[in-house]
């Protein structure tokens, strides 16, 4: 007997429809490895029609009162909790997520965030208008860019894409969005509940490859782009918005640094640390991948977190005693097994280091000690449920490690000396320090990094400054 694989479909202009030309992928569940439903492929028509759909409908959302944007958000706030079961279950069918963690620990803070968000667009300021120049009246407008761009991951697809999608139309602005090509499902789900708020065009969906994210990247239409993903595709977007000197927004790689101290509440740091680095099988850019921990601590630090990891249980969506899921796909394994492989001769593999099962894409929770400074998986980012130990002798030298690498997206300090919890924070280049914990986030902080980790920033007033830009007005009193 043969399932029917489930059907989905690019939302443009309030419909929705399959590629122009016909052209499909196949959308597999990570934790099986089984296909489950096609998505279109979309080509340049597709991108034609739904950016013109956004553009259609640009004017109108652009002149709605703030109030109107508020309203409509909370209504899509509202809907996304009241589906927050087939949300969940389309995220983990996309990525192989727990059911439960999903629900607790994805769906809330998403809807806290479009809130957020809805409250944000009232909350537009300025500075005050004045006579800077005599007989004349300045004043400053921020209004929407226009149409956007958007490009989101894979492994958030629901909350990445309310992060894009949110601040763009909070402050007027129409959005063409597409989700990886591995994990469609909820972003569809999610076109289908905005459908009976937003007027048609302000929201469009469109499935594809990288292929299709160029072809958005590169169209005459939007004013801004917008990707969270690799620093390769960041620079490919960079690159070709430049050419039409396109607004860019990019939320790229990033390698944390975790550093501990000799006077840290070691089984505290070990437990939230494990927590931080394997939580979504490490598929996150702000995981608590790369530790670094004074030297007169290192080996008791490091029995600690071995014994953690193998604790640690990654199995089936609904196991309820699993931390993580699988990695997205077989590419994303192969690139993760790749970094133990290639470990040099004076690494330690602690901890894992293998695949788990014979179905799924599954990977041990893994901890590798006795590494250099230099050594391939210090200076990539590896991207799953890997955490990687180093030992150092001085603040000085610890913070050496920590920005000697060319991420600076976030970063933990762990010690209880307030003076030097102070003086890291200043002095680590990264865009998040946390001190005595890892990971957290909330709407109203901003989130994103220096250096090859991107620019510009998601949640807080500032990401939602993002997506305006300023006018100066100036205007005779002579009438």
């Given at each position: 007997?043969?399932?029917?694989?489930?059907?989905?479909?690019?939302?443009?202009?309030?419909?929705?429809?399959?590629?122009?030309?016909?052209?499909?992928?196949?959308?597999?569940?990570?934790?099986?490895?089984?296909?489950?439903?096609?998505?279109?492929?979309?080509?340049?028509?597709?991108?034609?029609?739904?950016?013109?759909?956004?553009?259609?409908?640009?004017?109108?959302?652009?002149?709605?009162?703030?109030?109107?944007?508020?309203?409509?958000?909370?209504?899509?706030?509202?809907?996304?909790?009241?589906?927050?079961?087939?949300?969940?279950?389309?995220?983990?069918?996309?990525?192989?997520?727990?059911?439960?963690?999903?629900?607790?620990?994805?769906?809330?803070?998403?809807?806290?965030?479009?809130?957020?968000?809805?409250?944000?667009?009232?909350?537009?300021?300025?500075?005050?208008?004045?006579?800077?120049?005599?007989?004349?009246?300045?004043?400053?407008?921020?209004?929407?860019?226009?149409?956007?761009?958007?490009?989101?991951?894979?492994?958030?697809?629901?909350?990445?894409?309310?992060?894009?999608f949110a601040p763009a139309i909070a402050a007027g602005n129409t959005v063409v969005l597409k989700p990886s090509d591995t994990t469609p499902a909820s972003t569809v789900l999610m076109a289908e509940i905005i459908d009976s708020v937003l007027p048609k065009g302000v929201f469009n969906v469109i499935c594809g490859d990288r292929e299709t994210g160029r072809a958005m990247v590169e169209h005459p239409t939007p004013a801004m782009a917008s990707i969270t993903g690799s620093v390769r595709a960041g620079m490919q977007v960079a690159e070709s918005a430049s050419k039409d000197v396109k607004r860019v927004h990019l939320e790229l790689g990033?390698?944390?640094?975790?550093?501990?101290?000799?006077?840290?509440?070691?089984?505290?740091?070990?437990?939230?640390?494990?927590?931080?680095?394997?939580?979504?099988?490490?598929?996150?850019?702000?995981?608590?991948?790369?530790?670094?921990?004074?030297?007169?601590?290192?080996?008791?630090?490091?029995?600690?977190?071995?014994?953690?990891?193998?604790?640690?249980?990654?199995?089936?969506?609904?196991?309820?005693?699993?931390?993580?899921?699988?990695?997205?796909?077989?590419?994303?394994?192969?690139?993760?097994?790749?970094?133990?492989?290639?470990?040099?001769?004076?690494?330690?593999?602690?901890?894992?280091?293998?695949?788990?099962?014979?179905?799924?894409?599954?990977?041990?929770?893994?901890?590798?000690?006795?590494?250099?400074?230099?050594?391939?998986?210090?200076?990539?980012?590896?991207?799953?449920?890997?955490?990687?130990?180093?030992?150092?002798?001085?603040?000085?030298?610890?913070?050496?490690?920590?920005?000697?690498?060319?991420?600076?997206?976030?970063?933990?300090?762990?010690?209880?000396?307030?003076?030097?919890?102070?003086?890291?924070?200043?002095?680590?280049?990264?865009?998040?320090?946390?001190?005595?914990?890892?990971?957290?986030?909330?709407?109203?902080?901003?989130?994103?990094?220096?250096?090859?980790?991107?620019?510009?920033?998601?949640?807080?007033?500032?990401?939602?400054?993002?997506?305006?830009?300023?006018?100066?007005?100036?205007?005779?009193?002579?009438?």
């Open positions: 007997m043969t399932t029917e694989l489930r059907r989905l479909r690019n939302y443009i202009g309030g419909e929705f429809k399959d590629a122009a030309d016909g052209r499909t992928t196949e959308v597999v569940n990570p934790a099986t490895g089984e296909v489950y439903a096609t998505a279109p492929l979309s080509g340049q028509a597709d991108v034609d029609a739904a950016m013109a759909a956004a553009a259609a409908a640009f004017p109108g959302w652009r002149d709605t009162t703030p109030a109107e944007r508020q309203r409509a958000l909370l209504k899509i706030a509202d809907a996304f909790e009241a589906r927050a079961d087939e949300l969940v279950a389309a995220e983990s069918e996309n990525t192989g997520k727990p059911l439960g963690l999903t629900a607790s620990e994805e769906l809330p803070p998403m809807v806290d965030q479009i809130r957020f968000f809805a409250g944000a667009a009232r909350l537009l300021e300025g500075r005050s208008a004045g006579e800077y120049m005599d007989g004349m009246t300045s004043i400053v407008r921020r209004e929407p860019v226009g149409v956007c761009a958007q490009v989101a991951p894979w492994n958030y697809p629901m909350m990445m894409a309310v992060w894009k990033g390698k944390a640094p975790v550093v501990v101290f000799e006077d840290a509440d070691i089984p505290k740091a070990v437990e939230d640390i494990a927590v931080a680095g394997y939580f979504n099988a490490g598929q996150d850019c702000t995981a608590a991948t790369r530790v670094l921990v004074h030297e007169s601590i290192h080996d008791e630090f490091v029995a600690a977190l071995a014994k953690a990891a193998a604790d640690t249980r990654t199995g089936a969506p609904d196991d309820e005693d699993v931390l993580y899921g699988p990695l997205n796909n077989p590419n994303q394994l192969r690139q993760v097994a790749g970094f133990i492989e290639r470990l040099p001769a004076h690494a330690k593999v602690e901890a894992g280091g293998h695949q788990v099962g014979e179905k799924g894409y599954f990977y041990a929770p893994t901890v590798v000690s006795g590494l250099k400074q230099d050594d391939e998986i210090i200076q990539n980012e590896v991207f799953g449920p890997v955490i990687t130990v180093q030992s150092f002798t001085d603040e000085s030298q610890a913070l050496e490690y920590a920005n000697g690498v060319e991420f600076a997206l976030a970063s933990s300090v762990w010690t209880k000396d307030h003076g030097r919890a102070m003086r890291m924070s200043k002095n680590l280049d990264f865009g998040c320090v946390w001190i005595n914990t890892h990971i957290p986030l909330v709407a109203e902080m901003p989130h994103g990094g220096f250096k090859k980790s991107g620019y510009g920033k998601d949640l807080s007033a500032y990401g939602f400054e993002d997506y305006t830009r300023i006018k100066h007005v100036m205007t005779s009193l002579d009438g």
